[in-house]
Antibody, heavy 122, light 108 residues
């Protein structure tokens, strides 16, 4: 059974940093691209970032480019999102989601984690 | 970037009704269009992928159609468990994978 479990969320001050993790199980982690998607309170879904199965291709939404870094450790079956220079508008539930192939693109998200809440506030 | 526009943003309907939600892309995305259902406090659930392919385990009352820029999600006969928010998502080529703004389906 595919399982994705996010952790690392919490309360952080504006300008601060946080690292989210997504522990994966039930599939060959290195064979699938992975994504982060967020949802601000009461708002819609916003795609944040994607990384290929090997970790050699990464993509970012303009809203986080230069501040967030996606990475993965295939030996630990774990996806990460390093978030720096956090802003109030980054407050959201962050989900990790699995693609259907190792390469990013032309995909759908059948499997999602339960989400972890990040709150940016002083 | 490709923009996705959903309509309506909210919809009131009754059990048994037939409902259609529209999603339009700002440029052609071929059939790289997915539909998700989300209930409060839960992660989204994939309903339809590649515009018209029903995800395994999803009831057949859900269907999707379209290609290019215009897409529809149809629920043929609403059930009580279908009241939720629905999102379209384009995945044409490489990211950004844009979502529509969502359609909240409420009980009339």
């Amino acid at each position: 059974e595919v399982q994705l479990l996010e952790s690392g969320g919490g309360l952080v001050q504006p300008g601060g940093s946080l690292r989210l993790s997504c522990a994966a199980s039930g599939f060959t982690f290195s064979s699938y691209a992975m994504n982060w998607v967020r949802q601000a309170p009461g708002e819609g879904l916003e795609w944040v970032s994607a990384i290929s199965g090997r970790g050699d291709s990464t993509y970012y939404a303009d809203s986080v480019k230069g501040r967030f870094t996606i990475s993965r450790d295939n030996s630990k079956n774990t996806l990460y999102l390093q978030m720096n220079s956090l802003r109030a508008e980054d407050t959201a539930v962050y989900y990790c989601a699995k693609e259907v192939d190792a390469e990013v693109g032309a995909t759908s998200f059948k499997y999602w984690g339960q989400g972890t809440l990040v709150t940016v506030s002083s | 970037d490709i923009q996705m526009t959903q309509s309506p943003s909210s919809l009131s309907a009754s059990v048994g009704d037939r409902v259609t939600i529209i999603c339009r892309a700002s440029q052609s995305i071929s059939s790289y269009l997915n539909w998700y259902q989300q209930k409060p406090g839960k992660a989204p659930k994939l309903l339809i992928y590649a515009a018209s392919s029903l995800q395994s385990g999803v009831p057949s009352r859900f269907s999707g159609s379209g290609s290019g820029t215009d897409f529809t999600l149809t629920i043929s006969s609403l059930q009580p468990e279908d009241f939720a928010t629905y999102y379209c998502q384009q995945s044409y080529r490489t990211p950004p994978y844009t979502f529509g703004q969502g359609t909240k389906l409420e009980i009339k």
